[in-house]
C-alpha cells in the first residue's frame, strides 16, 4: 500500500482544513487507517482512525468534537476534517494504514501500522 497525504497548509486558529490520503493497491478497503501528527520537538501521536469498513471511529480526547475521519473506499481515499483548530495543532500530519487489524478493531500504537503517507504539515496561527 502507498499512500500519499495532501491538504495541509496555514490557517488562522478558528479555522478549518481538511485532509486527504489517497491510497493504492488492493488491501485500502481491508484496512484499519489512521492519522497521527507529530510537531516540533514532540513524538508523534495518534490522532484519530476510522476501521475497516468505517463504522466506527476513535479519537484523542483535544480533537473530539473538531476533528472527523471519514473514508471512501471506493475512492480509496481516507480524510480528516478539521474545525476549529487551534495552535496546538500544528504538525506534520502522517496517514497510516493496518493492514492486520481485525474488522473492528482500530489500534493507537504507531508500531502496529505497517504503512505510511509521508505527512503534510499543518500550521495554525494564532
Known amino acids: 500500500v502507498q499512500l500519499q497525504a495532501s491538504g495541509g497548509g496555514l490557517v488562522q486558529a478558528g479555522g478549518s482544513l481538511r485532509l486527504s490520503c489517497a491510497a493504492s493497491?488492493?488491501?485500502?478497503?481491508?484496512?484499519?487507517m489512521a492519522w497521527f501528527r507529530q510537531a516540533p520537538g514532540k513524538e508523534r501521536e495518534f490522532v484519530a482512525a476510522i476501521s475497516r469498513g468505517g463504522g466506527r471511529t476513535l479519537y484523542i480526547d483535544s480533537v473530539k468534537g473538531r476533528f472527523t475521519i471519514s473514508r471512501d473506499n471506493a475512492k480509496n481515499t481516507v480524510y480528516l476534517q478539521m474545525n476549529s483548530l487551534t495552535p496546538e495543532d500544528t504538525a506534520v500530519y502522517y496517514c497510516?494504514?493496518?493492514?492486520?487489524?481485525?474488522?473492528?478493531?482500530?489500534?493507537?500504537?504507531?508500531?502496529?501500522?505497517?504503512?505510511w503517507g509521508q505527512g503534510t504539515l499543518v500550521t495554525v496561527s494564532s
Open positions: 493497491g488492493r488491501t485500502f478497503s481491508s484496512s484499519c
Open positions: 497510516a494504514a493496518d493492514t492486520r487489524a481485525g474488522p473492528s478493531v482500530i489500534r493507537t500504537t504507531t508500531t502496529l501500522y505497517e504503512y
